[in-house]
């Protein structure tokens, strides 16, 4: 199967984890691209979704799902997202699609994160994908300068704005053999708004695509 045909398979899998009439937290990036296709052709009636996204939003909306407000919910049975990479914990590292802030925010509505990838984003250790970090213009080289301390080359995405109005840096040479004390200290630097680790709000399950077809990982057994 192809890495497509993987994220498709996922997206699909997804599905079971949606309870109809409820609000879905949805995230960004190709494999949730699958999820969405598969919610609205699935005709499964859903109260609305929360996206994490302009990207996600558009595709939603050109399907017929309506879209609410973070600020319009207290709580969220599920959200749906990807990753760049996933580790045995749950752990993951987010952000390639530059839209980690406001995927941590809709993750940390939900009672359930639900993760869906292929199975090249599982990994022993994270670190091996660029660590995208979301900072605030006036602080991208005192911060680049504080992971190159820690031994990272970080590096400014080219012609990235966020949703926000922010940068990115990718940070390479990493490993996060500590991801919540990793997650927990470089939130803290000033001028960043947020790290791509998601150790707080990591995965209580992963659908993880493979030749063997969809394996299920529960982080919370
Ligand atoms: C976007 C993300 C995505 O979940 C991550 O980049 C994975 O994307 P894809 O499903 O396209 O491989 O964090 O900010």
């Not at 598969?38 to 929360?50: D, K, T, Y």
């Not at 704005?161 to 390479?172: E, F, K, P, S």
Request: charged share 20%; proline share 4%.
């Amino acid at each position: 199967m192809t890495q497509d045909e993987l994220k498709t398979l996922v997206g699909q899998a997804a599905l079971n984890y949606v309870t109809p009439g409820s609000i879905v937290g949805v995230g960004t990036g190709s494999t949730v691209d699958k999820f969405i296709d598969a919610l609205a052709a699935s005709g499964m009636a859903i109260a609305g979704a929360v996206s994490s996204s302009q990207r996600s939003t558009e595709r939603m909306r050109g399907l017929g799902i309506k879209i609410l407000e973070a600020a319009e919910v207290t709580s969220l049975p599920v959200y749906i997202d990807g990753a760049d990479e996933i580790d045995q914990a749950g752990t993951m590292i987010k952000g390639g699609g530059a839209a980690l802030t406001r995927e941590k925010i809709v993750a940390d509505l939900a009672e359930r994160f639900v993760c869906i990838a292929d199975e090249s984003k599982l990994v022993p250790v994270l670190g091996g994908f660029p660590l995208p970090v979301e900072v605030i213009p006036m602080a991208a080289a005192q911060i680049a300068r504080r992971f190159a301390a820690m031994g990272g080359q970080a590096t400014l995405r080219a012609g990235c704005v966020t949703d926000n109005g922010c940068q990115i840096l990718d940070v390479r040479g990493l490993q996060i053999r500590e991801p919540a004390a990793f997650e927990a200290e470089v939130s803290q630097w000033p001028g960043v708004v947020t790290v791509g680790v998601f150790a707080r709000n990591r995965a209580s399950v992963c659908l993880l695509g493979t030749a063997e077809g969809v394996r299920t990982l529960d982080f919370t057994a």
